[in-house]
């Protein structure tokens, strides 16, 4: 590997910790959280759950960056 491919490794590699660093660890971004309920435990979740960070050991992200 040479200055460029190395240099060329860590900007893409900056860019995926950035993306990863941007998700929302909420209700909202769950794949277990529709239409206001959440699915794993059957009930709707507090506000602070749904806007604010969690942490679910039930929370799944479906990967889509958006």
């Known amino acids: 590997m040479n200055l460029i491919e190395l240099n060329a490794i860590k900007r893409h590699l900056d860019g995926q910790v950035k993306q990863i660093s941007n998700i929302e660890v909420n209700c909202l ?10 699915k794993q435990f059957e009930a709707k979740p507090p506000m602070e759950w ?3 960070t969690v942490e679910c050991e039930h929370w799944e992200w479906d990967q889509i960056p958006f």
């Open 29 to 38: 971004h769950c794949n277990n959280f529709s239409t206001g309920i959440c």
């Open 50 to 52: 749904v806007h604010g």
